[in-house]
C-alpha cells in the first residue's frame, strides 16, 4: 500500500483497512511462532501499513483541530 492510496481513502475506510492488518498481522504472528509463516516479508509489511494508516489519522485529526 502506498502513501497515495491511504490519503485516498475515507476516515471508515482507513479504520476498517486498520482492524484488517491488524488481524492479519497477528494471524501471521501465531503462523510464525509455530512455524507455519511462508513470507517473513509479510510482516514487515503489514506493519508499516498500519504505521502509515495511523500516522495519516493523525494528520486528519490535527487538521480537523486547526480548522
Known sequence: MKNTEVKEMTDAELSAKLT???????????QS???ELSNGA???AIRKDIARINTEQ??????????
Not at 494528520?59 to 486547526?66: F, H, I, L, T
Open 58 to 67: 493523525v494528520v486528519r485529526s490535527q487538521v480537523a483541530a486547526v480548522e
Open 20 to 30: 484488517a492488518l491488524q488481524e492479519e498481522r497477528f494471524t501471521l504472528r501465531c
Open 33 to 35: 511462532r509455530t512455524g
Open 42 to 44: 509479510r510482516i514487515s
